[in-house]
């Protein structure tokens, strides 16, 4: 445990709607909703504003629009989050080489390990500097909580929320602790809550006053042990900088059931080429494929086979996946289908085709993995992942089976970029507004297969702070390294004199981890 409060907590406020607000001037102050909007469609996040009526994350999304049917309801732009965890992630990186990132919202800062802060005065002026420097380059609000330990670092945050700061000092966090409820510490979620509710302990002071004995007996050596050090604020974790993934999975959900074997075999083949990008895109690759399966009824099967040695091979994957399926009765009908790799590492091993198809003799040569046939479009809006295969030509696009989805970036020829406000019966409806504009956007409605609308990149949510050559007319805007710079070097901070860190390449957080608010 720490005499000061070096260990910094940021944890973005309702992350994905508030970048959904700020892109969007007519729905700043308005309840959104942002996730999937099908009929088995959650809440991803929930501003504010929605909040009061009792939205909430991980909500079905009927029910969210039962109790506020005038929210606006979008689906996520994953390229947008991604692009402004970057530049937050970039700001965290010039704090210190020691940052921690556990989404795309939120991640832990080591202050001592960069020199920055190493009492409660510097840790204070660090926060609020980062707090100002984020909402300077992303327009956005972040909450911030510093303390001497990454579990009340956590509790400071949320207790900041939103827009805030909460500095614990060391030597009061069991006063602080006593009277909040068990929910509160790591490790204790509805069913172990539950089962402490039980057994007469609602407060952490309860927990201390019933003893680690009493709590190793209800829950076990490790975990009540761990619970225990917890309650009475002792917790000794370090901020890891590099945290290795264990697994790398996709998983759809479907709007109806899935009961033709034939449909349920190819979107196995199509989650698996999407698992094989994102492997590829993290610089991995695996031995043992996992196949998820979640039935009509709620039961959920999981099959696993693993080869030989690790392989980001397309073709391995998709074929293995197809195997372990093979063992899965889907009769009654499937709701979601899932394929994942585990067992990562940082090399491939080339001799695996042969038992991806079914240890052929050697002197018949295995097809390549593109004569399967075409490679299909990488998974949702916002994927990034580069295609895994070469796909062979494809028609043009015929615009009329375009979906344009609620809340995506689109550009018409004649009135410029805007945003997809709802579509259907052949129509879509659009308001045409940018991030910058002082009001809301005209509105206007055309048909789904208008040569003059087309999708469009999501534009960035603040205007370049100045430009390169003084800002003449022939001067180009500075990139989000440049902007961010300019943010830290324009002030007395602790950002400006810092080396740059290796999160400037990218930064760290840039991954496809979806964000709790």
Known sequence: ???????????????????????????????????????????????????????????????????????????????????????????????????????????????????????????????????????????????????????????????????????????????????MSVRILPGVGPATGEHLRRAGMTTVADLVEAGEDELVRLLGKSHGASLHRMATGYDDRPVVAERDAKSVSVEDTFDVDLHDRLRITMEVGRLADRCVQRLRASGHSGRTIVLKVRRYDFSTLTRSETLRGPTDDPGVVREAAARLLEAVDTTGGVRLLGVGVSGLADFTQEDLFAQAAGERPAEEPAEPAESVGPTRPAGPVGDEAAPVAEAEPQPPEDPAQRRWLAGHDVRHAEYGPGWVQGSGVGRVTVRFETPTAKGPGRVRTFRVDDPGLEPAEPLPLVEPADTEGGGGAGAEPKGVAGAVAGVVEDQDSPLASRPKSRSEGGGPGSGAAMSRP
């Open 1 to 179: 445990m720490r005499a000061a409060p070096t260990i910094l907590h940021l944890d973005m406020d309702a992350f994905f709607a508030a970048a959904e607000q700020a892109s969007k001037p007519s729905l700043r102050g308005k309840p959104v909703v942002v996730g999937g909007l099908g009929p088995r469609g959650v809440v991803s996040t929930a501003s504010y504003e929605a909040r009061r009526f009792g939205v909430r994350s991980a909500m079905p999304m009927a029910q969210a629009r039962r109790l506020c049917p005038n929210a606006a309801y979008l689906v996520p732009r994953f390229q947008l989050y991604r692009t402004i965890s970057e530049q937050v992630m970039e700001l965290l990186g010039r704090l210190s080489p020691l940052v921690e990132p556990l989404s795309l919202d939120e991640a832990f800062v080591d202050l001592e390990a960069g020199g920055v802060a190493f009492d409660s005065a510097g840790a204070r002026a660090a926060g609020e500097r980062l707090r100002r420097d984020i909402r300077a380059v992303t327009g956005l609000s972040g909450s911030v909580g510093l303390a001497g330990s990454k579990m009340l670092a956590k509790i400071a945050s949320e207790e900041a929320k939103p827009d805030g700061l909460v500095l614990i000092e060391p030597g009061t966090e069991r006063g602080l602790l006593a009277p």
